[in-house]
């Protein structure tokens, strides 16, 4: 057991401790009684377990993916079927600018959006191409969703499967196929399907191959696509950078200093790679006329002004917005925001009791996915039916995961399993600092989801031995009779 096993493990402990107790408080709110809710978890805990046993003992590999993916596909589909449900908010206005980019009208770079958030194009342009493909549908951008979703499943059931153990890779699976915000989320034109896809599967990428370089090449190619689609790459590509640090600082005090010269070279690949293809996609937007503004641009200090008010707990609030409206685009206007950021971070007691609110509201509050999918079809009576089934998945999942990390706690033998833990600590370190929603944490539930799967095989293995030994007393006292 190393030092930094102890620390990840019990900061990754702290974590999963905070989330069960806020999920199980905010899941009060959507039941009649306390009766309810707790008849609701124990149910939901019931299945779970019988579901994960009947995965795991009564199918095989072959099986298992067939039957889960194609039932997986299913729900997606006959979600994004019935739904009819519009893009709103910023999901609405990339959708137009990829209606007008279709059409070879690319003005919509100039507007305030895109100046402040130049990065959004690189999901605008791949809405573009979806249309001049396809034509313009909505549901094409819903069934590509599903695809995305399903393609995730497939890359974490081989992630959990190659880190931890086939079971953990099968509940890991299960879980992202049924968990119910990634169901309803396939009707919604976000950029989170397909970013979380490329970010996971360029993890795995460097997970499977790590003594060859065409694999550090393609993880790095997979997460640089996913940052065009969703700005967070540089939390995969600090949590790379960690993670190999710790392999090369091993490998520098063994015998084989060149194995760490080796790992070292492989790296700079990944990153080079990784930059290359946001530069690559800069000069490609500017030299053939979409946008005359760098992706490097934008605004620098936005997200961290809004993530430090603590009146509004870290989230989008329109005083912020009036504030920087004030000022134009450009230098001004973020050293106005810096003098903002300056006077937040003054108070430490009150930066520390807003890191704490930030972590419970982020982790721990309900799920958006049936506001933002159901919205404008006035359906409360669903959306509440659909909190209430997911609280209760949500709660047991972070439960697994404090079980997953006391496992790792007492024996320290994850090793590539730590990789996942370090991205999703450098996740959640981040929100503290920025914008905060809690549609944000679809980014890292595949991860999340990952992580707890240890947990719940573990606990799935305590229950079948308490059934063993059960089953075994019984015989014993039926002999001795």
């Not at 009649?32 to 590999?61: E, P």
């Not at 889960?68 to 908010?89: D, H, K, Q, T, Y």
């Amino acid at each position: 057991m190393t030092f930094r096993t102890r620390i990840l493990s019990a900061a990754g402990g702290l974590f999963f401790a905070t989330v069960l107790a806020a999920s199980f408080a905010s899941a009060w709110s959507f039941y009649d009684s306390a009766f309810k809710m707790i008849a609701a978890f124990i149910v939901a805990a019931v299945l779970t377990l019988l579901v994960i046993h009947w995965a795991i003992t009564a199918l095989s590999r072959k099986a298992f993916l067939m039957v889960f993916l194609f039932l997986g596909l299913v729900c997606r589909v006959i979600w994004v079927l019935w739904n009819p449900a519009l893009p709103e908010s910023d999901f609405l206005f990339m959708y137009n600018a990829a209606q007008a980019a279709a059409s070879g009208d690319f003005a919509f770079s100039d507007s305030a959006y895109y100046i402040s958030f130049p990065y959004q194009l690189g999901f605008t342009m791949y809405e573009a191409g979806v249309i001049k493909l396809f034509g313009d549908h909505f549901i094409i951008f819903k069934l590509l969703n599903v695809l995305f979703s399903i393609g995730t499943a497939i890359v974490l059931y081989l992630s959990a499967s190659k880190v931890l153990h086939e079971s953990c890779g099968r509940i890991a699976a299960l879980v992202y196929l049924f968990y119910i915000p990634n169901i309803l989320m396939c009707s919604v034109l976000t950029n989170q399907h397909i970013s979380v896809f490329l970010f996971i599967g360029g993890c795995f990428l460097l997970l499977k191959g790590r003594e060859r370089v065409i694999y550090w090449v393609l993880a790095g190619l997979a997460i640089g696509l996913g940052h065009l689609m969703r700005p967070i790459g540089s939390v995969y590509l600090a949590g790379v950078v960690l993670f190999v640090l710790l392999i090369l600082w091993q490998q520098w005090r063994g015998p084989i200093k060149r194995q760490a010269v080796s790992t070292a070279g492989k790296l700079g690949a990944l990153i080079a790679v990784y930059y290359l293809v946001q530069l690559l996609a800069s000069i490609s937007l500017t030299s053939s006329g979409v946008t005359e503004h760098s992706l490097f641009g934008g605004e620098k200090y936005w997200k961290f002004m809004v993530g430090l008010n603590a009146q509004t707990n870290g989230s989008w609030n329109k005083e912020d917005a009036d504030y920087t409206n004030q000022y134009s685009f450009g230098e001004e206007r973020h050293q106005a925001e810096l003098v903002i950021i300056k006077e937040r971070l003054q108070n430490k007691s009150e930066l520390i009791a807003l890191f704490g609110r930030k972590l419970v509201y982020m982790w721990g509050s309900s799920d958006s996915s049936p506001y933002w999918s159901l919205r404008g079809l006035d359906k409360w009576e669903l959306e509440t039916s659909l909190h209430q089934w997911e609280r209760p998945l949500y709660v047991l999942m972070s439960a697994f995961g404090f079980v997953s990390m006391v496992a790792l706690w007492r024996t320290g033998k994850w090793h590539d399993a730590f990789f996942y833990l370090i991205l999703l600590l450098l996740y959640i370190g981040a929100h503290l600092l920025v914008e905060i929603q809690s549609r944000y944490r679809l980014d890292f539930i595949p991860i999340l989801i990952l992580l707890q799967s240890h947990g719940a095989y573990q606990v799935y293995k305590w229950v079948q031995g308490k059934q063993s030994a059960t089953m075994d007393k019984r015989w014993e006292r039926e002999l001795g009779a």
